[in-house]
Structure formats: structure tokens, C-alpha cells
């Protein structure tokens, strides 16, 4: 496999962590509050698990581990690993978009500097 094909592997099991959470969070807030009572709970998370968004995020998750087992057979750790970390930008600007979730100076201080490492980390001299 080529260095271009397992950085797009990685990208995609980004996109695709990216989706799943995003998925659980549309689930969940469709759904009542946590019961208190355990036989309750376990209904909720029995409904929350056998929805469709959750049951597509949890095959993306099963992709998402397909994708990176290929990726490392190209990519060492120290490379692949920090660009996982893409999924906090985009996850915060999906949340942001889609559920109206706040973002404010400190949200962005905070990814410009996780962007920032991940650019640090991937230049290679």
C-alpha cells in the first residue's frame, strides 16, 4: 500500500468517527432523560443501541477498524496516530452545525492548538 493510500484510509476512518459521533448525539437527544431506575436503563440503552443512526454508527466504527489495521501496514503510529486527532475540530464544527452546540474563543484557542500539533507533528524536514 502506498504512504497516499493509508493517509486516505486514515482521513476516512476520521470522517467516519466523525459521523458516528455525531450520530449518537442526534440519537440521544431524540431521546427522554436517563431513567433512574435500573430497569428502566437498560431499556434506554436497549432502545438507543438498536436505532438506526447507532446501529450505522456502529458499522462505521467497524470500518473505522478496518481502515486503520490497513493504514499502520504504511503508516507508522507516530504519524498516523496525531492525525486521528482531526476528529476534535470537526466533531466540535459538526455539533456546532447540526445541534447548535456553543463555540466560543476557547473552543477555538483550544483546536487551533490541537491543529497546530498535528501540523508540527507531520512536517517532516
Not at 493510500?5 to 486514515?10: D, E, N, R, T, Y
Request: net charge positive; proline share 6%; charged share 5%.
Amino acid at each position: 500500500m502506498t504512504r497516499s493510500s493509508a493517509i486516505g484510509l486514515v482521513l476516512l476512518a476520521v470522517l467516519l468517527t466523525v459521523f458516528g459521533q455525531l450520530a449518537f448525539r442526534a440519537q440521544v437527544g431524540t431521546m427522554p432523560p436517563l431513567p433512574a431506575d435500573w430497569g428502566a436503563r437498560l431499556v434506554f440503552v436497549l432502545r438507543v443501541l438498536t436505532s438506526p443512526l447507532v446501529i450505522a454508527a456502529l458499522i462505521a466504527a467497524g470500518t473505522v477498524a478496518v481502515c486503520w489495521t490497513m493504514a499502520l501496514t504504511a503508516l507508522p503510529l507516530s504519524v498516523a496516530y496525531p492525525m486521528l486527532s482531526l476528529t476534535f475540530p470537526l466533531v466540535v464544527v459538526g455539533a456546532h452545525y447540526f445541534f447548535g452546540e456553543l463555540v466560543d474563543w476557547r473552543t477555538l484557542a483550544g483546536l487551533c492548538l490541537i491543529l497546530a500539533g498535528i501540523t508540527v507533528m507531520n512536517v517532516r524536514g
